[in-house]
């Protein structure tokens, strides 16, 4: 509920600028759909941070293994990051995929 003002003030000053700017043909403007992204971000975060809580102590092992193999990464050693994040992040049916790719009101 308390996401709704911020999402309604995001899509309300989206619209405005895509009317207040004149923009070649090519160029289309996107407010709805940033307004949606943003949405589904932030529940998809609000549920995985929840989850995490609500996990209790044993859940805390999941960020302390992403900073070790960060570190490692970091170090030059050969940690399965890379995989991890692919399939967290850039597979088709992730659902953390919203999280990354292009985040912009005016698109080509």
Not at 3 to 21: D, I, Y
Not at 44 to 70: C, F, H, I, M, N
Request: proline content about 7%; glycine content about 2%.
């Amino acid at each position: 509920a308390l996401l709704v003002p911020v999402a309604l003030a995001l899509w309300v000053a989206a619209l405005v600028a895509t009317a207040a700017v004149h923009v070649p043909p090519a160029v289309q403007a996107h407010p709805h759909l940033l307004t949606l992204r943003f949405l589904v971000s932030a529940w998809l975060v609000y549920a995985a941070v929840s989850v995490l809580v609500l996990s209790g102590r044993a859940a805390w092992a999941v960020p302390v293994a992403v900073t070790v193999l960060l570190l490692l990464s970091a170090a030059g050693h050969d940690a399965p990051l890379d995989s991890l994040s692919d399939a967290l992040f850039l597979r088709s049916l992730s659902p953390f995929r919203v999280l990354l790719g292009p985040w912009m009101l005016f698109d080509v």
